[in-house]
């Protein structure tokens, strides 16, 4: 099964609320900074400038929409091989 690497860019994102909004399970504004970050669940590393997880590809779909909507482009999803 495929998984995928995604990386929130913290210092970039702006918390504007859409990443949680299109992908609640992944995405969540931490309590520290209010910046996006990957939720416990999936999350490899989360320090105030970065966050980092691991996803199963069901939940490519909804990451990839959130990456595309973000408005400063600051979450990357990378395809890991087995
Ligand atoms: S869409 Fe982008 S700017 Fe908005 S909360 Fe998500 S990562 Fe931050």
Same mark, same amino acid.
């Given at each position: 099964? &495929?998984? !995928?690497?995604?990386? &929130?860019?913290?210092?970039?994102?702006?918390?504007?609320?859409? /990443?949680? @909004?299109?992908?609640?399970?992944?995405?969540?504004?931490?309590?520290? =900074?209010?910046?996006?970050? &990957?939720?416990?669940? !999936?999350? =490899?590393?989360? =320090?105030?400038?970065? @966050? =980092?997880? &691991?996803?199963?590809?069901? $939940? !490519?779909?909804?990451?990839?929409?959130?990456?595309?909507?973000?408005?400063?482009? /600051?979450?990357?999803?990378?395809? $890991?091989?087995?």
């Amino acid at each position: 099964m &495929v998984k !995928y690497k995604v990386i &929130v860019d913290r210092q970039t994102c702006i918390a504007c609320g859409v /990443a949680p @909004s299109l992908c609640p399970e992944v995405f969540v504004l931490g309590e520290d =900074t209010g910046r996006n970050r &990957v939720t416990q669940k !999936y999350a =490899t590393e989360t =320090t105030e400038d970065i @966050s =980092t997880g &691991v996803i199963p590809e069901e $939940l !490519y779909e909804c990451v990839k929409q959130a990456a595309d909507a973000c408005p400063v482009g /600051a979450i990357k999803i990378e395809e $890991l091989k087995e």
